[in-house]
């Protein structure tokens, strides 16, 4: 027989009860972090149901392995590295490798700019070049990018999620500028 819990009970406290056999309490692991491993994952591989259906994979994964967890970091870190390591999988399967960086459309940006009209569209051209020069990046060097750039994370931010020292997440960053400036400065030398 499951106990319910308050939505305010700590992820800590249904792994354990987990953990102790009572599986019915995953059930609100899922519900607390769905949108946001979702969201991570959906602005990855950006389509809807490919994003479903490894959001379910993300999870069932978890399930299976849930009695693994150490609790030395977050549920929510764990969960995260589930997903990034599910997405690169989908990624290395499919013919070619998309990576989005999803940014809502709303009329203000579009029209934000009365005397260059053409602003909103040469930033979406511009995250066209980008989304096409992504997949010229090592797995790490995409993930810290993200981070750093979709999310906004700080990188000591970025090191504590991935489990990596800052001057490692730096690198990376390092790299992934560089590599992203040799992919894009055919674009820059043609739109001048």
Known sequence: ???AFAPATPDCVL??????????VFDQLYYRHYNRVHGVILSVVSNPEDAQDLTQEVF?????????????SQFYSWLYRIAVNRCI?????????HVVINEPFCEETFYQDPVQ?????????FHCQL??????????????????YQEELPLKAIARRLNRS????????FHAHRT????????FNFAL
């Open 1 to 3: 027989m499951s106990i």
């Open 15 to 24: 792994i354990a009860r987990f953990q102790s056999g009572d599986p019915d």
């Open 60 to 72: 069932l994964k978890a399930y299976q392995r849930l009695n693994t967890f150490k609790r030395a």
């Open 89 to 97: 999988d989908h990624m290395r399967r499919q013919s070619t490798h």
């Open 117 to 125: 009209p053409t602003a909103a569209l040469e930033k979406d051209e």
């Open 131 to 148: 989304r096409t020069a992504l997949p010229a990046l090592t797995p790490c060097q995409r993930r810290v990018f993200l981070l750093r």
């Open 166 to 173: 800052t001057g490692t997440v730096k690198a990376h960053l």
């Open 180 to 187: 992203l400036h040799d992919q894009l400065l055919p674009y």
